[in-house]
C-alpha cells in the first residue's frame, strides 16, 4: 500500500520542511521506503549542477528512494520570494497543469510507500493570477498533513487552511503542532483551542528544540493512520 501526503503549513516558517523530515524519519525507521519532494522552490543556491534547495535536499537525505534533483525538485528558483512572482521575472511562468504533470510522473515511477510532498508557503500560494499550489493537490488528490506554526495568529490560520481543505474536498490526514516560538503565551490553551475545533487527528505536539533534527521531531509524532 502506497501512503502519499501533501505537507501544508499555516504559513512560511511553520517547520513544514523539519516536520516532513521527521515524519520521513519515523516512516523509515517503522521499515517504509521513502520519498520527499519540493516540487516549487523559491530561495535556492547556484551550484555546480544547478540549483540546489535546502528543503529538498533535507527531504531527500530522508529518502530511502534514489531520485535525480530535478525529480525531487523541478522547479527551483534562486531569489527567495513568492515562487509565481520569481517566476514571473524569470520567464518561467507557473501553471498548475504543469506541476500536475510534473508530479504524476514523479508519483508513478515512485516505488516508495511512504511519500510526502511539501508545499510552498501557506495553502493557497499563488502559481499566477488564476491559480493556488492548492489546485493541484485537489487535482492530486493528496490527502493533506498540516502543520500549525505554533505562535499568536496560529490559531486563525490554522482554522482558515482547515477549511480551505475541506471546501477543496480533500481529506485532512492530520495535523502537527510545532513551536516555532519558544516564547508563545498561553500554549497549553491554544493547543486546547485547535484540539477542540479541529477534526482530525493531532498526530503530535513538537516542543521548541534547541537542535531541530528529523530524528528529534520523530520521537515526537506518529505516523497518519492509513485509514484516517
Ligand atoms: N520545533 C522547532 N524548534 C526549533 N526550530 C524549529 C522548529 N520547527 C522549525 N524550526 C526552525 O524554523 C525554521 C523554519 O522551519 P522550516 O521547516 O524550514 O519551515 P517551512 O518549511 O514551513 O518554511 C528552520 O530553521 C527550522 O529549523
Ligand atoms: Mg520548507
Known amino acids: 500500500m502506497k501512503q502519499k501526503y501533501f505537507i501544508a503549513g499555516t504559513d512560511t516558517d511553520a517547520g513544514k520542511t523539519l516536520i516532513a523530515a521527521g515524519l520521513l524519519n519515523k516512516s523509515k525507521s517503522e521499515g517504509l521506503s521513502t520519498v520527499g519532494l519540493k516540487p516549487i522552490a523559491a ?6 549542477e544547478g540549483l540546489r534547495n535546502d528543503d529538498a535536499l533535507m527531504l531527500m537525505a530522508q529518502s530511502t528512494e534514489e531520485l535525480p534533483y530535478e525529480q525531487v525538485n523541478p522547479i527551483a528558483f534562486a531569489p527567495p520570494i513568492a515562487p509565481h512572482i520569481a517566476g514571473q521575472q524569470l520567464r518561467r511562468p507557473l501553471s498548475a497543469g504543469r506541476i500536475v504533470g510534473l508530479l504524476r510522473g514523479v508519483l508513478m515511477i515512485n516505488r516508495a510507500q511512504f511519500t510526502l510532498v511539501e508545499g510552498a508557503g501557506g495553502y493557497r500560494v499563488p ?3 488564476k491559480e493556488t499550489l492548492a489546485d493541484v493537490t485537489k487535482e492530486l488528490n493528496l490527502p493533506v498533513i498540516l502543520v500549525v506554526g505554533m505562535k499568536l495568529g496560529c490559531l486563525n490560520h490554522a482554522l482558515l487552511t482547515v477549511e480551505a481543505i475541506q471546501r477543496d474536498g480533500l481529506k485532512l490526514a492530520g495535523w502537527i503542532a510545532n513551536r516555532v516560538d519558544e516564547d508563545m503565551a498561553v500554549y497549553k490553551e491554544n493547543i486546547e ?3 477542540a475545533m479541529i477534526q482530525a487527528p493531532c498526530l503530535g505536539e513538537v516542543p521548541f528544540l534547541s537542535e531541530p533534527t528529523p530524528e528529534t521531531v520523530a520521537s515526537h509524532i506518529k505516523l497518519p493512520s492509513v485509514d484516517a
Open 43 to 48: 530561495g535556492c543556491e547556484e551550484t555546480p
Open 127 to 129: 502559481l499566477n493570477p
Open 193 to 195: 483551542t485547535l484540539h
